[in-house]
T-cell receptor, first 113, second 114 residues
Framework: KQEVTQIPAALSVPEGENLVLNCSFT??????LQWFRQDPGKGLTSLLL?????REQTSGRLNASLDKSSGRSTLYIAASQPGDSATYLC????????????FGGGTRLMVKP | KAGVTQTPRYLIKTRGQQVTLSCSPI?????VSWYQQTPGQGLQFLFE???????NKGNFPGRFSGRQFSNSRSEMNVSTLELGDSALYLC?????????????FGSGTRLTVV
C-alpha cells in the first residue's frame, strides 16, 4: 500500500527566505506526482505536476523535483512571501490504483512579514 | 474557462438524515473523483467516475454512493449521516483517465452533522 509522508508538518519562516518542503512515498512505481496548495477552509489549487519520466518542473518561484528511485520529491519556494502561507500537499498517482490520488498529510507553512 | 463547481458550499444536517452533494467538472473533463478531508484522517479517496461508470472506490461504507450523468456532472450521496461524516468534501476533475493528466479540484462542500 502506497504511503506518502510530508515533513515537516509545520514550518514558520521570515519573509524572503528560500525554503524546501519534502514529500516521500513508499512505492516508486508512480504515474506522476502533483503538488497542491490549500488555504484554510478552501479547496486545493494545483501548483505543479511532475510526470514519472521528468526530474523537475518550474512555475515562477516554485520548483518541484522528483527522484523516483529514492521515493522523494521536494518543492522549493524562492523568496517566500506572506501570501505563500498555506498548507502544501503532495499527492501521487499509481498505475495500478486507477485514478486515485494518495495524499501526504501536508506541510502547514507560515511566512512572517 | 470555468473551474470545478461544487454546490452547496456549506451544509448542516442532523444525524440520520441523508445529503446529496453536486459537482460540475471543467467542460470536457470526463473523470470526476470525490475525496473526504478531515483533520484526523487527511484526504481520503471516496470514488471515481468516468463516462458515467464508477471505476474505482475507496474504503468507505456503503452509505456513501455516487453517480455521474451524461454531461459528466456528478453527485455524491451520504445516507444515514453520522457525526463522523462531518468533513470537507472535495471533487476533482481530469481530462481523461490516463495517468498523464493532473487533477483540478473544486472549492469543496463543508458538511457539518449535528
Amino acid at each position: 500500500k502506497q504511503e506518502v509522508t510530508q515533513i515537516p508538518a509545520a514550518l514558520s519562516v521570515p519573509e524572503g527566505e528560500n525554503l524546501v518542503l519534502n514529500c516521500s512515498f513508499t512505492d516508486s512505481a508512480i504515474y506522476n506526482l502533483q503538488w497542491f496548495r490549500q488555504d484554510p477552509g478552501k479547496g486545493l489549487t494545483s501548483l505543479l505536476l511532475i510526470q514519472s519520466s521528468q526530474r523537475e518542473q518550474t512555475s515562477g518561484r516554485l520548483n518541484a523535483s522528483l527522484d523516483k528511485s529514492s521515493g522523494r520529491s521536494t518543492l522549493y519556494i524562492a523568496a517566500s512571501q506572506p501570501g505563500d502561507s498555506a498548507t502544501y500537499l503532495c499527492a501521487v498517482r499509481l498505475p495500478y490504483a486507477g485514478n486515485m490520488l494518495t495524499f501526504g498529510g501536508g506541510t502547514r507553512l507560515m511566512v512572517k512579514p | 474557462k470555468a473551474g470545478v463547481t461544487q454546490t452547496p458550499r456549506y451544509l448542516i444536517k442532523t444525524r440520520g438524515q441523508q445529503v446529496t452533494l453536486s459537482c460540475s467538472p471543467i467542460s470536457g473533463h470526463r473523470s470526476v473523483s470525490w475525496y473526504q478531508q478531515t483533520p484526523g484522517q487527511g484526504l481520503q479517496f471516496l470514488f471515481e467516475y468516468f463516462s458515467e461508470t464508477q471505476r474505482n472506490k475507496g474504503n468507505f461504507p456503503g452509505r456513501f454512493s455516487g453517480r455521474q450523468f451524461s454531461n459528466s456532472r456528478s453527485e455524491m450521496n451520504v445516507s444515514t449521516l453520522e457525526l463522523g461524516d462531518s468533513a470537507l468534501y472535495l471533487c476533482a476533475s481530469s481530462l481523461a483517465g490516463a495517468g498523464v493528466y493532473g487533477y483540478t479540484f473544486g472549492s469543496g462542500t463543508r458538511l457539518t452533522v449535528v
